[in-house]
């Protein structure tokens, strides 16, 4: 059986193109090649991220940003916004980190409400926020206008917002949005193979950052400033991937950013129609689904992980069956990176022949 194409929500189908891109012969990254290689990078990553600051590359999955950033930012006590497996992770990661944490949690499916975050930041003392913008797991995209502007009304009150599953697929807006830390790791909105995240810092947050003891070395901000400064990284980068990343860059700005997101928003209503048509539900709320991907909740009596394993073995396209403890009680359908109405069309026939 050879590899199926992969319609789960990340990692995602990586194209021939990107792959032979990253086949470049390597290079030093204490050199001139790899200083000009860096630069190529920030203009596409800058539009897409919606800041002028420089962007970083670190060698990791996006967790070790989500992390990092933690512990370069946060003082005392971290409020984590919940509502899928990635947030409530998050809240987990702060914990172990050694900080006081809290949540607003809503029940997964469910969106963060502007509201419920003032109402928790006015209780006081916190002076970090995490927020996931599209809960990768549920398929809700988060109100990251709303959200922020809450954030920014508490004085010295740092916002950092994973974008791993929306980045490129809509406007993130860093700094209109006033975003303090925005990352996301390439293998899912951006459709490069997984170990590498990309994240930007504000003003605000790399003051705080300098004023924080134990960064640590690794996902150091002030480390990845230094380096940025003269086009380069604190260590060895996963050269292969950057070269795969101007790749994607250089199809990003071939397509233009504005019908990129049309594309998304397209395919993804494709899938919503699809689903309409078969009586699946969808796990978000209308008006705060993501573009980049569907979370339907599987139907009683309907046999999933049958259906799952059939469209596997019989037309080679892998869709994912649900996360964490919502794991067979929904099921997932990404639309991320290179997906075109064609290619989701070919994955709507093969269900359709399936579901008869
Ligand atoms: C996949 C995902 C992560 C985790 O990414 P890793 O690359 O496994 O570290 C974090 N946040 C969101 C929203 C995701 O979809």
């Given at each position: 059986?050879?590899?199926?194409?992969?319609?789960?929500?990340?990692?995602?189908?990586?194209?021939?193109?990107?792959?032979?891109?990253?086949?470049?012969?390597?290079?030093?990254?204490?050199?001139?090649?790899?200083?000009?290689?860096?630069?190529?990078?920030?203009?596409?990553?800058?539009?897409?991220?919606?800041?002028?600051?420089?962007?970083?590359?670190?060698?990791?999955?996006?967790?070790?940003?989500?992390?990092?950033a933690?512990?370069?930012?946060?003082?005392?006590?971290?409020?984590?916004?919940?509502?899928?497996?990635?947030?409530?992770?998050?809240?987990?990661?702060?914990?172990?980190?050694?900080?006081?944490?809290?949540?607003?949690?809503?029940?997964?499916?469910?969106?963060?409400?502007?509201?419920?975050?003032?109402?928790?930041?006015?209780?006081?003392?916190?002076?970090?926020v995490?927020?996931?913008?599209?809960?990768?797991?549920?398929?809700?995209?988060?109100?990251?206008?709303?959200?922020?502007?809450?954030?920014?009304?508490?004085?010295?009150t740092?916002?950092?917002?994973?974008?791993?599953?929306?980045?490129?697929?809509?406007?993130?807006?860093m700094?209109?949005?006033?975003?303090?830390?925005?990352?996301?790791?390439?293998?899912?909105?951006?459709?490069?193979?997984?170990?590498?995240?990309?994240?930007?810092?504000?003003?605000?947050?790399?003051?705080?950052?300098?004023?924080?003891?134990?960064?640590?070395?690794?996902?150091?901000?002030?480390?990845?400033?230094?380096?940025a400064?003269?086009?380069?990284?604190?260590?060895?980068?996963?050269i292969?991937?950057?070269?795969?990343?101007?790749?994607?860059?250089?199809e990003?700005?071939?397509?233009?950013?504005?019908?990129?997101?049309?594309?998304?928003?397209?395919?993804?209503?494709?899938?919503?129609?699809?689903?309409?048509?078969?009586?699946?539900?969808?796990?978000?709320?209308?008006?705060?689904?993501?573009?980049?991907?569907?979370?339907?909740?599987?139907?009683?009596?309907?046999?999933?992980?049958?259906?799952?394993?059939?469209?596997?073995?019989?037309?080679?396209?892998?869709?994912?069956?649900?996360?964490?403890?919502?794991?067979?009680?929904?099921?997932?359908?990404?639309?991320?990176?290179?997906?075109?109405?064609?290619?989701?069309?070919?994955?709507?026939?093969?269900?359709?022949?399936?579901?008869?």
């Amino acid at each position: 059986m050879s590899t199926p194409k992969l319609f789960s929500p990340g990692p995602v189908d990586v194209s021939k193109e990107t792959f032979a891109a990253m086949c470049h012969p390597m290079i030093g990254h204490r050199g001139s090649d790899f200083e000009v290689l860096y630069a190529s990078l920030q203009p596409g990553l800058q539009e897409i991220f919606g800041t002028a600051r420089p962007v970083f590359l670190s060698t990791s999955s996006a967790w070790g940003v989500m992390e990092g950033a933690l512990r370069n930012l946060a003082r005392k006590k971290v409020l984590c916004l919940c509502c899928g497996a990635f947030s409530d992770k998050w809240l987990d990661v702060a914990k172990k980190c050694g900080f006081e944490a809290d949540s607003v949690q809503v029940a997964w499916g469910e969106e963060i409400s502007p509201e419920a975050v003032h109402a928790k930041l006015a209780e006081g003392g916190f002076d970090t926020v995490t927020l996931i913008h599209s809960e990768t797991s549920t398929g809700v995209l988060n109100d990251l206008a709303g959200i922020s502007k809450v954030v920014k009304s508490f004085p010295d009150t740092m916002l950092i917002v994973d974008t791993v599953s929306s980045l490129s697929t809509v406007p993130v807006d860093m700094d209109a949005n006033c975003i303090d830390v925005m990352l996301a790791g390439v293998q899912k909105a951006l459709a490069l193979p997984p170990g590498l995240a990309v994240f930007a810092v504000s003003a605000a947050g790399m003051e705080r950052a300098k004023g924080t003891a134990n960064r640590g070395y690794y996902f150091d901000f002030i480390e990845f400033a230094k380096n940025a400064a003269v086009n380069n990284t604190p260590s060895t980068p996963a050269i292969s991937l950057l070269y795969g990343l101007q790749q994607i860059l250089g199809e990003i700005a071939k397509e233009g950013f504005g019908p990129r997101q049309q594309r998304h928003a397209k395919t993804n209503a494709m899938i919503a129609t699809w689903g309409a048509k078969h009586g699946f539900e969808m796990f978000a709320p209308a008006g705060r689904r993501s573009s980049a991907l569907t979370c339907f909740k599987t139907p009683d009596g309907f046999d999933l992980s049958a259906f799952i394993k059939n469209l596997k073995n019989q037309y080679g396209f892998l869709i994912n069956g649900g996360y964490g403890k919502i794991k067979g009680s929904t099921f997932r359908i990404s639309n991320m990176g290179n997906e075109t109405e064609a290619t989701m069309q070919e994955l709507i026939d093969a269900m359709d022949t399936l579901l008869g």
